[in-house]
């Protein structure tokens, strides 16, 4: 089972380096645009790039949260379950949340396919469905993470996390 754990530790590090970039991106848009308003001149590509990097570094970062167990959780009931229990409701968490990143991607493959040929308001070659592209890998990733962190808690017999507000 060392297998999951090094997939999921790979799979976590190319993603955390594209998130980066993205991150980076967001701030040199967004500098750019200061920079030109200061100037007197107006660019409005840099705001949209700047939120578009955005939506990325939001997906890309969730799947990150799942790898890590960062993700915002309300577990007052979980924390009073035993151990066996607990770790049932993490499987079949895990597992719902899969299957609404299955729901998630085919709602993102009709809005792309409605959206193909619509381009972006102030870049003409950028077309919307990229973006969609970008949050239908995140789902992807997500859907990917969670099955993989219910296997963890299935198979493995992962230490269970430890509560959030104890």
Not at 66 to 93: S, Y
Not at 95 to 114: D, K, N, P, Q
Not at 151 to 156: C, H, I, R
């Amino acid at each position: 089972m060392n297998v999951i754990l090094k997939v999921r530790d790979f799979i976590e590090k190319i993603i955390l380096g594209i998130a980066v970039i993205m991150l980076c991106l967001v701030g040199i848009f967004i500098g750019l645009q200061i920079f030109f308003r200061t100037i007197g001149i107006g660019i409005d590509w840099t705001e949209e790039f700047a939120r578009f990097s955005f939506v990325g570094v939001t997906f890309l970062g969730s799947v990150i949260a799942i790898t890590r167990n960062k993700h915002i959780v309300i577990d007052f009931l979980a924390v009073k379950l035993p151990d066996i229990a607990r770790r049932c409701l993490l499987v079949v968490i895990h597992i719902s949340m899969s299957g609404f990143m299955v729901v998630c991607i085919y709602g993102l493959s009709i809005i792309m396919r409605a959206a193909r040929g619509v381009s972006s308001n102030t870049v003409i070659w950028f077309q919307m469905n990229y973006i969609f592209a970008v949050v239908m890998v995140g789902c992807i990733l997500m859907g990917f993470a969670s099955l993989l962190r219910a296997l963890e808690y299935a198979v493995m017999k992962k230490d269970l996390p430890p509560a959030q507000g104890a």
